[in-house]
C-alpha cells in the first residue's frame, strides 16, 4: 500500500523519505454517487469492495456491484434515479445497457471520453486524498479501511461539500430555457 503523495518539507538539499513497509495485495475498492435533487441537500452513497488476495480474484467492481449499488441509490432516495457516468469499462458492458433498458426508473446519460472535470465524484476523490488519506503511510489494509471509510463519512455528513463537487463541474440541476 504505497501512500498518496501530498506537500511535505525537508531541510534544504535533504529529500524526505517516507519508509513503507511492503506491498500487500490485499485491494480495497470504492464506488460512490453524488446524488441532487432541487431543493434539497446533496447525498453521497458509496459502497467499498475489498478484494481478497486470492490468485484469478476480480480486482474491481463488477457491473453487479454497480447495478446494486443503483438499486440501493433507488430504494434510499425513493425516486427515479438519473446516472452520469464516464466512460469506464464497467459502466458499458452489455448486462448493464441491459439492466437500464429494462428498468424504467433507471437512465444513463454518458459524459464524454477524457472529461472527468464534468463528474462531481471526482471531486468527492480530490476531497478524500487531500484530505484524511494525504500523508498517510498505512500500516496495514484495515488501517486503509478505517481512513476510508471515516474519510468518506466526514463527506457525507457535509453535503456543502458534496454540492460543492458539482459546482466545480460547472453543471447544474436546472435545464436552461430555450431562447
Do not use: F
Given at each position: 500500500m504505497t501512500p498518496p503523495r501530498a506537500r511535505t518539507w525537508g531541510r534544504r538539499g535533504c529529500t524526505p523519505v517516507v519508509r513503507v513497509r511492503g506491498r500487500s495485495r490485499r485491494r480495497i475498492s470504492v464506488a460512490a454517487l453524488c446524488c441532487y435533487k432541487p431543493g434539497e441537500k446533496?447525498?453521497?452513497?458509496?459502497?467499498p469492495r475489498f478484494h481478497h488476495p486470492l490468485k484469478g480474484a476480480r480486482k474491481s467492481f463488477a457491473w453487479t456491484d454497480y447495478r446494486d449499488l443503483a438499486v440501493r441509490a433507488h430504494i434510499q432516495l425513493g425516486g427515479p434515479i438519473v446516472l452520469v457516468w464516464d466512460n469506464l469499462n464497467t459502466h458499458l458492458t452489455a448486462g448493464m445497457k441491459r439492466y437500464t433498458a429494462e428498468h424504467d426508473w433507471l437512465t444513463v446519460f454518458q459524459l464524454p471520453s477524457y472529461a472527468p472535470d464534468l463528474n462531481p465524484v471526482e471531486g468527492l476523490w480530490s476531497l478524500l486524498r487531500r484530505g484524511p488519506m494525504a500523508n498517510t503511510a498505512f500500516t496495514d489494509a484495515d488501517h486503509l479501511a478505517h481512513t476510508l471509510r471515516r474519510g468518506l463519512r466526514h463527506?457525507?455528513?457535509r453535503s456543502t461539500l458534496i454540492e460543492g463537487c458539482l459546482t466545480g463541474t460547472g453543471?447544474?440541476?436546472?435545464s436552461p430555457t430555450p431562447p
Open positions: 446533496g447525498r453521497m452513497i458509496y459502497r463527506i457525507q455528513l453543471l447544474s440541476l436546472t
